[in-house]
């Protein structure tokens, strides 16, 4: 089994710059399909990036292409998404997501079988 555990969302200002992070515990990190998602209210759930458990590409939603970076430390089993030049457009909450192995749908939330709580992002104009 399993679990995520997010952290690292606020309230920033638009322009400004946040870290979130998600420790993994249970199964072998470095074999897990990692990704965010994030759902703002009346929204669903989108796809923000992820990383290939073969490997480690790296994969962005649109939205946040150039502005938000993906990395992992495997010795810490945590997963890291560096955002860029915030938006009031990326106030959502953030969850984090795992699966055993390689997926050709990354961006299919439904291919993942654990998530964390999520983690609440503000973004203020």
């Known amino acids: 089994q399993v679990h995520l555990a997010e952290s690292g969302g606020g309230r920033v200002s638009a322009g400004d710059s946040l870290t979130l992070a998600c420790k993994a515990s249970?199964?072998?990190?470095?074999?897990?399909?990692m990704a965010w998602f994030r759902q703002a209210p009346g929204k669903e759930r989108e796809f923000v990036a992820g990383?290939?458990?073969?490997?480690?590409?790296?994969y962005y939603g649109d939205s946040v292409k150039g502005r938000f970076a993906l990395s992992r430390d495997n010795a810490k089993s945590t997963l890291y998404l560096q955002m860029h030049n915030l938006k009031p457009d990326d106030t959502a909450v953030y969850f984090c997501?795992?699966?055993?192995?390689?997926?050709?749908?990354?961006?299919?939330?439904?291919?993942?079988?654990?998530w964390g709580q999520g983690t609440q992002v503000t973004v203020s104009s």
């Open positions: 997501a795992s699966r055993f192995g390689f997926t050709a749908q990354m961006t299919n939330e439904s291919r993942y079988g654990y």
């Open positions: 990383v290939m458990s073969t490997d480690g590409s790296t």
């Open positions: 249970g199964g072998t990190f470095t074999y897990n399909t």
